[in-house]
């Protein structure tokens, strides 16, 4: 689907290494400066006993990919990850709101994924002691320093990290904590969380620690830790370097994530390769008992973890993390799915909120917050696929593709008429993936445009199959089974198929991409075996100025979410990129980097100073077809994404 957008695109364009987090050790089930569930008495806070670094044994090595949605290509990361690397190896994010509850480095080589998942079976989520083992204003003056000078005593020990993430990432350390399952149960059952560290470059202007989240949910918050303080073959760095002198980088692989305890749902092959075409109606009875039968699985493998991997949970842990670091403020960089964690931690910790970025927004007030988004972004997919077109009508001297956006768009329409008769493992369902993928970014237009011309114009399939094919590995399923996870459990979803089938005709005469999101959400969280709520409501009272950025052609958090949530947290700050269609504005690639943006970024999280209103800035370059730039479309392959890789 599309959702999986809700991953940062300068993130989504890898593979994943995945692997098992190191044994963990137990740690006090107290409460740690954690928000009560509603309608529950406050539990004592008392101190959590240190927690050891994770064991430095083997890791398995799983060829993954971030975002979910067969397929999805993305963006050439700023330097090369190490052989089999990514952010989301399918042990994606987690969350889910215990209040309410019952209970996606760009390789060179593309990045495959399915979105489809496999054979139900294997518990993963391994839970400590008794209990089923499973898998303001905005402010112009600046604010004070979440945190400054020396650390506080943390009650974390970092040590080596897990080898999946010290190879690439060898500045980074790594430490475990154990949070409640049930923060309702605070001395219950608990769960193993992976944290990561960067330290900041320069102690001595050091004023806190700085937690990332690319979104996802599904991403990896210890590998992004990594990604924004290693440098380039360039020296270039996304955050600019007087950020990484004065913040420690804190990354957190949240509940049901990679080294956070990875849930699955089925097996690696449980969805058929290539998948149905997804607007057919003779294939909807099979694709409603496929995807019932995913639930299922979810249900069976993953047990009595199901209902807690929420926001609202993922919130709370991050809390946690925040109070072992010793840090009295919680300062946050949170991208896509991750603006909605960091809206749901102003939510239920205000007073804790130092200096907060969010970038590429979710809009967090329709009860049916991921079912909307998902609607959402098959029509901004389309107007950002019309960009898209132009810009190779602009360039047809060098695709040769049409002139004209009405004749590129034949020459795609043609393609993707072609591709519903499969061919080989990648028919329609797989194309469109694929093709959202490149919509995010405009880093792989030129690869993908290269590749379209070589079939449109000489019939030869090759590389286009190669760009768009899907993987079946087992971290691309931990990545769907935790997108499905927190996505079904925090959003409100109709029991009825025919709401879904009504919503996709209606929405399909004016986007290709309409029916198969809706087969990549709605149809997975119409019957998910355990209760959903609607999302938290966020009041945006209490807090300091937060700074917000977006595109105003992001198809994956479309603009409207980001005007929507910067009314309701109260004296934010906007920053709009014009004439640009990222998903990301700031910290984002060199090639897509926007000085200005990155400017007003870097001031406030050194100086806490926002900008005195909402401002708009130019949007970034689009991409010149260059002699140089266009090299051999086989060394430049699609990192795609999952089968759900439209949220984030």
């Known amino acids: 689907m599309y959702l999986p957008l809700l991953i940062f695109s300068k993130f989504r364009i890898a593979k994943v290494i995945g692997a098992a987090c190191a044994a963990a050790v137990f740690c006090s089930a107290a409460l740690l ?43 050439r990361l700023r330097h090369p990850p190490p052989p089999k690397s990514s952010f989301f190896d399918g042990d994606g994010m987690v969350a889910a709101d215990m209040n309410r509850t019952a209970s996606a480095s760009v390789p060179r080589r593309r990045a495959r994924c399915v979105g489809t998942h496999s054979h139900l079976g294997v518990p993963h989520m391994r839970l400590r002691l008794p209990v089923v083992a499973v898998a303001t204003l905005a402010l112009i003056s600046p604010s004070v320093p979440a945190a400054a000078g020396t650390p506080a005593p943390s009650q974390l020990v970092f040590g080596a990290c897990p080898d999946d993430i010290a190879q690439p990432y060898p500045t980074l350390t790594c430490a475990t904590l154990q949070v409640p399952v049930d923060y309702r149960q605070p001395s219950g059952p608990t769960t193993s969380l992976l944290v990561s560290k960067h330290a900041a470059n320069n102690p001595a202007k050091r004023q806190g620690a700085l937690f990332v ?20 073959e360039s020296g270039f760095t996304a955050l600019d370097s007087a950020v990484l002198d004065a913040y420690d980088l804190i990354g957190v692989d949240p509940r049901g994530v990679r080294h956070s305890g990875a849930i699955s749902c089925a097996a690696p092959d449980y969805f058929p390769v290539p998948q149905p075409d997804p607007d057919a109606p003779a294939t909807r009875d099979a694709m409603w008992k496929l995807w019932d039968g995913y639930a299922d699985g979810c249900g069976a493998n993953v047990g009595a973890m199901l209902p807690h991997l929420g926001t609202d949970n993922a919130a709370r842990d991050m809390d946690r993390v925040r109070a072992a670091l010793g840090e009295p403020k919680l300062n946050y960089l949170g991208g896509s799915y991750g603006t909605y964690l960091g809206a749901v931690y102003t939510e239920f910790f205000p007073h804790r909120v130092g200096r907060m970025i969010l970038d590429a927004n979710v809009d967090p007030t329709p009860p049916d917050l991921f079912y909307q988004l998902a609607k959402d972004q098959s029509v901004a997919g389309q107007k950002r696929l019309d960009t898209y077109l132009a810009w190779m009508a602009e360039y047809d001297a060098v695709f040769h593709l049409g002139s004209t956006t009405r004749a590129v768009r034949a020459n795609w329409n043609k393609t993707l008429a072609d591709f519903r008769k499969p061919h080989g493992s990648v028919g329609a369902h797989e194309l469109l993936g694929a093709l959202f993928g490149v919509l995010v970014t405009e880093e792989i237009w030129i690869d993908f445009a290269q590749i379209l011309s070589t079939y449109v114009n000489d019939g030869d399939d090759t590389a286009l199959v190669e760009f768009a094919a899907p993987s079946t590995s087992a971290g691309t399923e931990r990545f769907n089974a935790i997108f499905s996870a927190v996505i079904c459990v925090d959003s409100k979803w109709s029991h009825s198929k025919a709401t879904y089938e009504r919503d996709s005709a209606r929405l399909a005469k004016v986007s290709q991409f309409a029916w198969d999101n809706m087969w990549i959400t709605g149809s997975v969280c119409r019957n998910w075996p355990v209760p959903n709520h609607a999302p938290i409501k966020i009041s945006g009272r209490g807090l300091p100025g937060i700074l917000m950025f977006n595109s105003v052609g992001d198809p994956a958090t479309p603009y409207a979410g980001a005007v929507k949530l910067h009314k309701v947290l109260r004296g934010s700050v906007l920053v709009t990129e014009r004439d640009a269609g990222a998903h990301g504005v700031f910290a984002s690639t060199q090639a897509t980097m926007n000085t200005a943006a990155n400017a007003i970024g870097t001031k406030y999280l050194l100086t806490g100073e926002l900008p005195p209103r909402d401002i708009s800035v130019p949007g970034h370059a689009l991409p010149v077809p260059t002699p140089a730039a266009l090299k051999a479309p086989s060394e430049k392959k699609s990192p795609a994404v999952g089968e759900r890789w439209r949220i984030s």
């Open 213 to 232: 989240n690319p979104g996802g949910p599904g991403g990896s918050g210890v590998i992004t830790a990594g990604y924004y303080a290693t440098p380039d």
């Open 33 to 75: 400066c954690t928000a009560p569930p509603r309608n529950s008495t406050p539990a004592p806070a008392s101190a959590a006993t240190p927690v050891s670094a994770p064991a430095t044994t083997p890791y398995r090595f799983i060829s993954v990919v971030p975002l979910c949605a067969s397929s999805l290509a993305a963006h």
